[in-house]
């Protein structure tokens, strides 16, 4: 009998091109033990059914992987936790062993001596307890502290985003650089080489001092006049610009002056917004972005030409020909309207599944529930419990008012959070908080008034040093919470434990469905609780009315199959006999 000899693949320098390759070559791989190439078919199979593709389609490529695995969670594959983890190590392990990635998620290897003597003295301090990672990655390449340059991280920058499954490589490495750069600054011996840290913002765009200082007098200018603190300003406009706003229209004129700079326009040229706001310069500026974009219409080139309008309309005062052709170049550019996307359309079918949308329900509810059982058991609440009763409260706000994650992590109690004597909680935020200025106003329920009252009782001061006022309290001295963390904690609860991959706003079009579904007819309910002024706003949750119409008509049949309405053919009258004269 002829023993078939083990294949070295790396050595071979053959990788695999997709997943289905990946499989057989673990499966024929007689290096491996046979339990273990058992488990890793099995994983790749399970990976297969959980994408709802066929191994043979699915890329080995380790940043498709990345993203499939990803954006998946165990409550969404339906399997456990311990069990989905099992399946992302096993994968990672396969990729590792054939040469498609060379940095694993998990390096259980100690680092070098030389890293040792760095990280010890700090071990769990500061940066160089971000850096142990970083320095077993090191040992495994061989790469000393005093070889650590922008050459090497230029190189580890490209695998970790190419030949690793690190979640997020891009912001791995910039967490990385910046541990390293605080380290040379404050651990004493730490090699004073300080590394480059990526900026990917506006990187093709030149700078400010670019510019003559006439042309950034002119534009401080105009910002400042659109604020509305000038009462002329006022009269023409129907309100001031937000400070959002005005931020955004510094930065498009950054890229609308950036454009025409590297489009080869001398920079001295453009002395005020006159100079600019062109309709030959604007056409210039566009098309430059429209180049970049391989022709297709984008936000930001859509952007640029309506700041144009508003520079000519209302700085500049411009009026005839030239006006109406830049008003021609913003309507050519102008995005269509969009209706759901296609990323949340899948989310909300998701929520089909009646035990998905269960556990959507009850989530916030079940989360206070488990923060209560553990305070009892220990006698207080800690830290992590208090977090954890934060951002049940959050989903429950969110879950029964939908606002928009700017209002929600704005509240501030006494200001917004009007606790009443008797125990009810009413919330109101003025308009000029709200994105369409229609002002908010509501009374909690009973049960979220109570969850309320614990979680402001119980749990907000172990969140903060001081009593900042904000509901929903940041680390800093009198801050909120940022958005994006405050986003991060719902969204890590939704994957988690009802399998959606999503952020507050996802209340919004769950709670549409949720309405749509109970009554397609609702639309105007729908617009009413989302605060949309316009019935075109609520347009693209239309979509869902046939389906819960289709579905309704459903219930209807299958209730009166039921009740034996359906089924049979209705009894044939039995005609009465009569004689020939008529008479029965």
């Known amino acids: 009998m002829t023993t078939k000899a083990p294949t070295d693949w ?50 080995a490529s380790p940043p498709v992987i990345r993203d499939l695995i990803r954006h998946k969670t165990a409550a969404m594959v339906g399997i456990s936790r311990g069990r989905w ?25 100690p680092p070098s001596e030389a890293w040792r003597a760095l990280l010890g003295p700090v071990a769990g301090i500061g940066p160089a307890a971000e850096l142990g990672r970083f320095a077993r990655c090191c ?53 004073a080489i300080r590394l480059t840290v990526p900026d990917n913002s506006l990187y093709y765009t030149p700078t400010w001092s670019t510019y003559p200082a006439t042309l950034m007098a002119d534009v401080e200018r105009w910002l400042a006049g659109s604020t509305g603190s000038d009462i002329f300003v006022r ?99 102008q995005m269509p309207k969009r209706a759901m996307t296609e990323r949340n359309k899948e989310r909300l079918r998701s929520m089909d599944d009646a035990g998905r949308t269960a556990a959507m329900i009850n989530l916030p509810w079940a989360m206070a529930a488990e923060v209560d059982r553990e305070v009892k058991r220990q006698g207080t609440s800690t830290c992590v419990l208090a977090l954890k009763y934060q951002t049940a409260l959050a989903i429950a706000l969110g879950l029964t008012r939908c606002w928009r994650i700017k209002n929600l992590g704005g509240l501030i109690i006494g200001q917004n959070v009007l606790l009443r004597p008797d125990g009810r909680v009413v919330v109101a935020i003025h308009e000029s908080e709200v994105k369409n200025y229609a002002p908010i106003e509501t009374e909690l329920s009973p049960r979220l008034a109570s969850m309320m009252h614990t979680y402001l009782d119980k749990h907000i001061a172990l969140l903060s040093d001081s009593r900042s006022g904000f509901l929903f309290p940041g680390t800093g001295t009198g801050r909120a919470k940022t958005l994006g963390a405050l986003n991060q904690n719902i969204n890590s609860a939704l994957t988690e434990r009802v399998g959606v991959d999503a952020s507050n706003h996802f209340f919004r079009h769950f709670s549409a469905k949720l309405i749509l579904d109970h009554d397609p007819t609702a639309i105007r309910i729908v617009q009413v609780h989302l605060g949309h002024q316009h019935l075109s706003s609520t347009a693209p949750y239309a979509d869902r009315r046939g389906a819960a119409a289709a579905t309704h008509v459903d219930r209807l049949i299958e209730g009166n199959l039921a009740e034996g309405k359906i089924g049979r053919a209705p009894a044939a009258k039995r005609r009465k006999s009569t004689d020939r004269k008529g008479r029965k």
């Not at 997020?168 to 390293?180: C, G, S």
């Not at 974009?293 to 144009?308: D, P």
């Open 10 to 59: 790396t050595c071979l320098g053959a990788k695999p091109t997709t997943l289905a390759e990946v499989r057989q070559r673990i499966r024929d791989d007689l290096c491996l033990p046979l339990a273990q190439r058992r488990d890793i078919v099995s994983s790749l199979n399970t990976l297969g059914k959980a994408v709802g593709k066929m191994l043979e389609g699915v890329s």
């Open 85 to 109: 983890n099992n399946i992302r190590s096993h994968i990672g392990h396969a990729l590792l062993h054939l040469g498609v990635i060379n940095i694993p998620n998990r390096i259980d290897a």
């Open 139 to 191: 040992t495994r390449l061989g790469i000393e502290p005093s070889q650590v340059d922008d050459d090497f991280m230029a190189k580890h920058r490209e695998d970790l985003i190419h030949r690793s499954l690190i979640a997020d490589p891009k912001n791995n490495f910039r967490e990385t650089v910046l541990a390293w750069n605080r380290a040379v600054s404050e651990v004493a011996g730490w090699p």
């Open 235 to 333: 009269l023409e406009r129907r309100r001031p610009l937000r400070a959002a706003t005005v931020v955004s229209n510094r930065v498009h004129t950054r890229l609308m002056l950036g454009a025409l700079v590297n489009s080869g326009v001398d920079p001295a040229l453009l002395v005020d917004l006159g100079a600019v706001v062109t309709p030959d310069r604007i056409y210039q500026a566009c098309n430059y972005h429209l180049e970049r974009a391989a022709g297709e219409r984008s936000y930001v080139n859509a952007r640029i030409a309506s700041v144009a309008v508003t520079i000519a309309r209302h700085h500049l005062k411009m009026s005839g020909p030239d006006l109406v052709r830049l008003q021609a170049i913003a309507k050519e550019l």
